[in-house]
């Protein structure tokens, strides 16, 4: 008989598996966004990008007894490799006993949800790593605000700033951007900017805006926060820094691939799972291992635009 591989060796807990799966941490509220979960049935592949061609014109009029035309869209670019992570969840005895005569907390799915947020950072500084870094991007999508350009100065303007890369992004994609992401310090700068405020109201005396009233000012689906912050050993950091980006994002399967959008999470399918539980008596607790497989992908940054630095 063939030995079993490790994977096929390992005993699921079916349904704390399926909690897992449906758990959707706030601590990836970006990732989430900017980069949909995608299924893959395999490790590694191709990712699916879009250009140019994905949007030319075509004659589809056809003689009696001509060949039919044939379009495909998207195209296969660079490879992707998924990346194994695997933690494990404590669930001390004492605490379980304590719930069960309390409030009635399942002390195990607490254990899994703690071992997904911190899996959820990860993956968030991941996309964050991916989306910030400007050498990813054309000349024309991306740009470094200082000085009296900053949204956090008076003088600027980030009304402009916003409109005109949509229209970047709608140029080279022929979609408009539908999500705008922001590091904190970025969103206060723009809930509280003199030039946005005149825009909403008249009045003098007048509370920074709310997320409903620059949604219907930028003509946005969805303004997210990157409210992460992440410790690096002396200090607290935001996983989003300074910086502001525009996106066409969608989700879509692997098999919908005539969307130019800005980016993707390839994931392995039937992750995340959950190990069936093992005790370990020198600690009094039981360990839930959980293990995923994914990887961020930038798969079209001609559909987003980068502001660097774009408050104080």
């Known amino acids: 008989m063939s030995q079993q591989t490790p994977g096929q060796a390992r005993v699921l807990d079916p349904i704390l598996s399926a909690i897992a799966r449906g758990y959707r941490s706030p601590k990836a509220a970006v990732a989430n966004v900017l980069f949909p979960i995608i299924p893959v049935g395999l490790r590694g592949g ?5 250009g140019p061609d994905d949007f030319k014109l075509v004659n589809s009029a056809r003689a009696p007894g001509a060949n039919t035309k044939r379009v495909q869209f998207g195209y296969a670019s660079d490879p992707y490799s998924l ?10 005895n004492e605490i379980d006993e304590e719930s069960q005569k309390g409030p009635g907390i399942d002390a195990s799915s607490n254990a899994v949800r703690r071992v997904q947020n911190t899996m959820a950072l990860e993956r968030e500084h991941m996309a964050a790593t991916l989306a910030r870094d400007a050498s990813n991007y054309d000349a024309a999508n991306k740009e470094t605000l200082s000085g009296t350009s900053q949204w956090s100065h008076a003088s600027s303007d980030p009304f402009t700033d916003i409109m005109e890369g949509k229209e970047i992004i709608r140029s080279k994609t022929g979609e408009r951007a539908n999500v705008l992401t922001l590091g904190p310090k970025v969103l206060t700068a723009l809930r509280t900017h003199p030039k946005v405020l005149d825009r909403l109201s008249t009045a003098s005396d007048r509370p920074p805006a709310t997320i409903q009233q620059l949604l219907a000012l930028f003509e946005l689906q969805q303004i997210v926060e990157g409210e ?3 410790h690096d050993g002396s200090q607290f950091q935001d996983v989003w820094g300074k910086d502001a980006i525009l996106a066409f994002t969608t989700p879509a399967s692997m098999q919908e691939m005539g969307s130019p959008s ?8 039937g992750r995340p799972m959950v190990e069936e539980g093992y005790e370990d008596r020198n600690a009094n607790s039981m ?10 992908v930038l798969a079209g940054a001609a559909a987003g635009f980068l502001f660097k630095d774009a408050a104080a």
């Open 46 to 50: 191709r990712i699916i990008s879009f």
């Open 83 to 92: 990346v194994d992570h695997r933690l494990e969840g404590v669930a001390p």
């Open 228 to 230: 992460a912050v992440y």
């Open 262 to 269: 800005y980016g993707y999470t390839y994931q392995l399918e």
């Open 287 to 296: 360990i839930f291992p959980v293990t995923d497989a994914y990887q961020p």
